[in-house]
């Protein structure tokens, strides 16, 4: 049986689907759905990137009470650590936690057998 050039082993193309189907060049379709999202992700991201790199915080402003205008001696108050490890005070304070008491550190060798 003589096959022609347009079937082969009995396989008949003319009345063969393609599995992709190619649209033309010149036509073009928009989704209006994957518009809308594709500008819904576009606006989220700008709408951060502009409350994250480019708008200033408000800067809250607190009133101190009259009880703490009085602290910038304290500001000055040179403190040496001499001065504090070495005064009475310091050194009439009493350790409620005990020390912790060193723990076993193994054998010598670790890697002989026991």
């Given at each position: ?48 990137v502009y409350f994250l790199f ?14 703490y205008k009085n602290i910038d ?42």
């Amino acid at each position: 049986m003589a096959a022609g050039p347009q079937s082969h082993r009995g396989i008949n193309y003319h009345t063969l689907y393609m599995a992709i189907i190619v649209s033309e060049e010149g036509e073009k379709k928009i989704d209006v759905v994957n518009l809308v999202i594709w500008i819904s992700l576009l606006a989220i991201v700008g709408i951060a990137v502009y409350f994250l790199f480019f708008k200033k915080p408000p800067l809250v402003e607190v009133i101190s009470p009259p009880s703490y205008k009085n602290i910038d001696p304290l500001a000055k108050a040179d403190l040496s650590p001499d001065e504090v490890a070495n005064s009475p005070d310091f050194k009439a304070l009493k350790p409620y936690v005990p020390l912790p008491s060193p723990a076993s550190v193994g054998r010598l060798n670790p890697f002989l057998t026991p």
